[in-house]
């Protein structure tokens, strides 16, 4: 009799332990989904992060193109300076190769504003997808990554604006550029007739690290033999190539 009591207070007591097991275990993964569940963001809020990235991504590409505008307008004003004529020879040279540079700038923000553009327009499609898919959450993520490249597209053109202006500005204090003869306005090392070895950095305005013939025109014994100097016919001149040249 005492040892039926036993066992059966032995099968009792591992039955308890059993469903203490199960459901602690129960509670265990219960809590871990919870966790996960917590880190995930709902389908509401990815829909939310969506519509929220991609209204960024628009703004960032309506920004973009109005620096565009306001860099292409830079640059016909550099254009439309330069065009009228410089006071001295060097006044044009300079004039000639800033108002190059507001229009390379100008093509720079103008290139930008259309990768903002294309930028928004995937946020928006991401967008949709969050609103109307099966996966929200994936496609807020889109719609984040297509908002980052929008705001680095209009960075990219806010600076080519500002690049553009002070090319432009710097093309009309070039034209008004002012002295009594040309010559004056030429470093002493162009004047063939003072010295004869050319100074490639005071020819080279627009810093390329080569002298165009536009360049070479403030050097009338360089211009005249500015073929010859050009070895390579490239129509450019080196550092290498003007070592060592002189006037003839």
């Given at each position: 009799m005492q040892q039926h009591a036993n066992r059966s207070k032995h099968s009792f007591s591992k039955h308890a332990f059993s469903k203490r097991?199960?459901?602690?275990?129960?509670?265990?993964?219960?809590?871990?989904?919870?966790?996960?569940?917590?880190?995930?963001?709902?389908?509401?809020?990815?829909?939310?992060?969506a519509i929220e990235k991609a209204e960024m991504a628009?703004?960032?590409?309506?920004?973009?193109?109005?620096?565009?505008?306001?860099a292409q307008a830079a640059a016909q004003a550099a254009a439309a300076t330069r065009d009228e004529g410089a006071l001295t020879a060097r006044g044009a040279l300079t004039a000639e190769a800033t108002a190059y540079d507001a229009?390379?700038?100008?093509?720079?923000?103008?290139?930008?504003?259309?990768?903002a553009r294309r930028a928004a327009e995937a946020a928006r499609s991401a967008q949709a997808s969050a609103v109307s898919g099966n996966n929200p959450?994936?496609?807020?993520?889109?719609?984040?990554?297509?908002?980052?490249?929008?705001?680095?597209?209009?960075?990219i053109a806010t600076d080519a604006t500002t690049t553009a202006q002070a090319a432009a500005?710097?093309?009309?204090?070039?034209?008004?550029?002012?002295?009594?003869?040309?010559?004056?306005?030429?470093p002493r090392a162009m004047d063939s007739t003072i010295e004869p070895r050319i100074d490639f950095s005071a020819l080279d305005t627009n810093r390329d690290g080569s002298v165009s013939r536009v360049e070479a025109s403030l050097s009338p014994a360089l211009t005249a033999d500015f073929a010859i100097a050009d070895r390579d016919a490239d129509g450019r001149l080196s550092q290498r190539e003007l070592t060592g040249w002189a006037p003839r």
């Amino acid at each position: 009799m005492q040892q039926h009591a036993n066992r059966s207070k032995h099968s009792f007591s591992k039955h308890a332990f059993s469903k203490r097991s199960l459901l602690a275990l129960a509670l265990l993964t219960a809590f871990a989904a919870g966790s996960a569940q917590a880190q995930v963001p709902s389908k509401v809020q990815s829909k939310h992060d969506a519509i929220e990235k991609a209204e960024m991504a628009a703004a960032e590409a309506r920004a973009a193109r109005q620096d565009a505008q306001t860099a292409q307008a830079a640059a016909q004003a550099a254009a439309a300076t330069r065009d009228e004529g410089a006071l001295t020879a060097r006044g044009a040279l300079t004039a000639e190769a800033t108002a190059y540079d507001a229009k390379q700038s100008a093509l720079d923000a103008q290139d930008a504003a259309i990768k903002a553009r294309r930028a928004a327009e995937a946020a928006r499609s991401a967008q949709a997808s969050a609103v109307s898919g099966n996966n929200p959450t994936g496609a807020a993520i889109e719609a984040r990554a297509a908002m980052n490249d929008a705001m680095t597209a209009s960075s990219i053109a806010t600076d080519a604006t500002t690049t553009a202006q002070a090319a432009a500005s710097a093309t009309a204090d070039a034209v008004q550029q002012t002295g009594a003869t040309t010559t004056q306005t030429m470093p002493r090392a162009m004047d063939s007739t003072i010295e004869p070895r050319i100074d490639f950095s005071a020819l080279d305005t627009n810093r390329d690290g080569s002298v165009s013939r536009v360049e070479a025109s403030l050097s009338p014994a360089l211009t005249a033999d500015f073929a010859i100097a050009d070895r390579d016919a490239d129509g450019r001149l080196s550092q290498r190539e003007l070592t060592g040249w002189a006037p003839r």
